[in-house]
């Protein structure tokens, strides 16, 4: 998903230079495996994109990244932001992240042979109720069901309202939905993955195509006017037999004057 994300954003800003935070374990330590505690740490994952490339081949670069990141996973994100050359700006080092999230749906428990259920409140809540403080100017949220593994997930936008609107975010999931169509559907998918470079990912709602195709009629065949353009041509070489002459007089003339 995070390859698919770094497409979407070329896709959206046409920026090539990308860069998406998200979370690590940061339980490097064999001791820490079973400790109790938040060890979470933000890592920034920088890529540049190549949009002639193949999504095999840039999902095989990022997955090449992701393991180099791997290896400083324990730096603290502050201290990556410092040793990092980027010039000052108001603009934060991280502004969207991908972020997943491996949940559990319902939980049973056995009381004294009584079976009791648990839902997690989120999964009741309504979530166009549920604003919250978001960390990040844009989040993408990749929700997976551990505990019925059925293949699939949840994709969710989390967002800043001071910098987005609800409209804007349905449109912008409508266009992600449409790209991840074109790479995964087995029934309607013409896109090859391996052949086709990403540039070629279209992210058009359908309206918008029927407008393009609208206001860009097909043209018309060629055979119709073969006649019209012989026509043509014949027109001119007669007007330049015409001029020709024309000139080789004026020439001649001035020769004479001479």
């Not at 009741?124 to 919250?132: D, L």
């Not at 995964?184 to 309206?207: A, G, W």
Request: hydrophobic share 35%; proline share 4%.
């Amino acid at each position: 998903m995070l390859t698919c994300y770094f497409i979407f954003l070329f896709k959206l800003t046409q920026q090539q230079d990308l860069c998406i935070g998200s979370v690590n374990a940061n339980r490097y330590h064999h001791e820490t495996q079973s400790m109790i505690g938040n060890f979470v740490n933000t890592l920034p994952y920088r890529f540049q994109l190549e949009p002639t490339e193949t999504f095999q081949q840039i999902a095989e670069k990022v997955k090449q990244r992701c393991l180099e990141i791997m290896n400083y996973a324990h730096v603290p994100y502050q201290q990556i932001i410092n040793y990092s050359e980027r010039k000052e700006s108001l603009l934060p080092f991280i502004q969207t992240t991908l972020q997943l999230l491996p949940i559990a749906r319902k939980t049973k428990l056995y009381l004294n042979n009584n079976k009791t259920t648990f839902e997690k409140l989120s999964d009741i809540y309504n979530n166009q109720n549920n604003i919250g403080l978001s960390q990040f100017d844009l989040s993408l949220v990749i929700k997976h069901d551990i505990v019925t593994k059925k293949k699939k997930i949840q994709v969710e936008f989390e967002y800043s309202i001071d910098l987005f609107q609800r409209e804007k975010i349905i449109d912008m999931s409508q266009r992600f939905h449409l790209m991840l169509k074109q790479l995964f559907s087995t029934t309607s998918s013409s896109f090859d993955k391996q052949k086709q470079p990403v540039y070629e990912l279209s992210i058009l709602l359908p309206h918008e195509q029927e407008l393009i195709k609208h206001l860009n009629p097909p043209l018309k065949s060629l055979n119709n006017n073969t006649k019209s353009l012989n026509n043509c041509s014949l027109m001119f070489v007669r007007r330049d037999e015409r001029i020709r002459p024309a000139c080789e007089n004026t020439l001649s003339t001035g020769a004479d004057e001479a």
